[in-house]
């Protein structure tokens, strides 16, 4: 603001967040085995997300968390191999700035710290879970100022509820069964399935339909969704674009770590930390038109894979 006299620079907050993402998409690689080769083919999958693309242009803030949790996620395979302070206090510190750019952290956290400490070899676990729990007592004391507004504004420390007062729209899911977080895993995934093809849409929604259905579940079901589910086509708009060719690269490569898990374990692991991280998402909270957005963090650190 000061050196432009306006916000013409204001996005470059998200455009240097998509480059840092790049490189700690190469760092992971790097702390998962990758060679140098590997290491450039991760920075140029996750520069490469369609969503990211068209965000990090705009003045959201996907980039931002998802830069913070990526270089959490690095800094707690650092420390599973080398439990000291410079990787603890990056731990800490990359937490608390991804709780306090975006909420979505407080729900792709937690499964992304668990599969650190999995990894982590049984001599080090102790140290590496005290070390996260340090961290996470860093993140509520640095947040607290946050907290305290929050809760005079809205009566919670975490904010409203829903972003206009309405039930009808909070956030979180009204039912949390299997059923529901099945019916909304179906709905979220077709978020990044939309083509220029209006045949190939219609047809991937009739499917994802029949497939909520099977589950026992209502595709527009209000205790589960925000609106009634149709399948986004390719957009350039950053609220409903897709990212269809990075999912199908990332789901084949986790199917390929976990059918060589032995060989793999760090990635593998890691791979199963995003499903969880993923599932964990779809259980807890409401499917929208624009939730794809919203899974930007678990792209970026899938192109480590």
């Known amino acids: 603001y000061i050196t432009a006299g306006g916000d013409s620079f204001v996005s470059l907050v998200q455009w240097f967040s998509m480059a840092g993402c790049g490189m700690v998409a190469s760092l992971i690689a790097r702390e998962l085995g990758a060679p140098r080769r590997g290491q450039v083919l991760a920075a140029l999958v996750s520069l490469t997300i369609p969503q990211g693309i068209l965000e990090a242009s705009g003045a959201m803030n996907g980039y ?23 990787s603890l206090l990056g731990l800490a510190g990359t937490l608390t700035l991804a709780v306090l750019s975006k909420w979505t952290a407080y729900v792709l956290a937690p499964p992304l ?15 590496l879970v005290l070390g ?4 996470g007592l860093v993140t509520l004391a640095l947040n607290s100022p946050l907290y305290v507004r929050n809760s005079r504004l809205s009566g919670s420390p975490l904010g409203l509820s829903a972003p206009d007062g309405n039930p009808r729209h909070t956030f979180a899911n009204a039912r949390l069964t299997p059923r529901s977080a099945a019916s909304n895993v179906l709905r979220n995934v077709s978020l990044h399935l939309g083509t220029p093809i209006p045949r190939i849409n219609d047809m991937t929604e009739r499917l994802t ?33 897709g990212n269809a060719l990075h999912l199908f690269l990332l789901l084949g490569v986790c199917l390929y770590l976990l059918a060589f898990r032995t060989r793999y374990r760090d990635s593998a692991i890691t791979a199963m930390g995003l499903a969880c991280a993923f599932f964990l998402y779809c259980a807890l909270l409401r499917w929208q038109l624009w939730n794809g957005r919203f899974h930007l963090p678990l792209f970026v650190i899938g192109s480590a894979l």
């Open 64 to 86: 931002v968390v998802s830069f913070w949790l990526a270089a959490m996620f690095y800094f707690v395979l650092r420390a599973r191999r080398d439990c000291s302070w410079p």
């Open 113 to 127: 710290l668990a599969a650190g400490v999995w990894m982590c070899e049984p001599q080090r676990r102790r140290r």
């Open 132 to 135: 996260i729990a340090a961290a």
């Open 209 to 241: 339909t029949w497939a909520i259905r099977w589950t026992g579940s209502s595709p527009d079901d209000p205790d589960t969704t925000w609106a009634p589910f149709h399948v986004n086509p390719m957009s350039r708009l950053e609220v409903t674009a």
